[in-house]
Each structure stands twice: as C-alpha cells, then as structure tokens.
C-alpha cells in the first residue's frame, strides 16, 4: 500500500507562490495517474490537478494558469508550483490517485492565502 506524505504549505500573501510536494513510499506511484485535491472549509474536497504516468496533465478552470503539476517518478514524488494565489485558494491540499480506488489519504498540508 503506498503511503503519501504532503509538505510545503503554509501563510501566503494574495499573489504570492508555494510549492507542494508529495512523497510517496511504496510501489505502484509511478504508474498511476496522480493527482492534487484540495478542500476548503465547508466544501467538498475538489480535483485541482491531474498528471498521467506521461506526465499529461489537466487542470481545474480556476487554477489553470496559475497551478503547475509536475511528478518525478524516479523519486516518487509529485509537486504543485502555485502561482500568483488567491483567497480562495485557501484550503487543506492533498494528493492521491487521479482515479480510485484511491490509496489511505495523507495528512494534507493547510495552505492559507491572506493578507
């Protein structure tokens, strides 16, 4: 079962940048399409970014532009460069599958966009 660790939250002023990652133990990560969710406060949680074991990739209307996801499979990691951020964008950040069934979720990592 592969076991997923997020890190790179934190405090970010409007328009500022923060960078996610995802480490993963385990087998099977390379292969899987991966993906970032995030789940704000009193909402559902959300796909934001998508990536295939091609490294195709696919993105939310409302971060495209801004979000950049990228994997190294080599070292069993996924990333989320996060650009120009917004209020909104604030929220628990998670990876997993891009598909289920989905591995055992991580802790998230809290990202919070304020002024």
């Known amino acids: 079962q592969v076991q997923l660790v997020e890190s790179g939250g934190g405090l970010v002023q409007p328009g500022g940048s923060l960078r996610l990652s995802c480490a993963a133990s385990?087998?099977?990560?390379?292969?899987?399409?991966m993906g970032w969710y995030r789940q704000a406060p009193g909402k559902e949680r959300e796909l934001v970014a998508n990536i295939t074991f091609r490294r195709i990739t696919d993105y939310v209307d409302s971060v495209k532009g801004r979000f950049t996801i990228s994997r190294d499979n080599a070292k069993n990691t996924l990333f989320l460069q996060m650009t120009n951020l917004k209020p909104e964008d604030t929220a628990v950040y998670y990876c997993n599958r891009a598909l289920g069934p989905y591995y055992t979720w991580g802790q998230g990592t809290q990202v919070i966009v304020s002024s």
């Open positions: 385990g087998s099977g990560f390379s292969i899987n399409p």
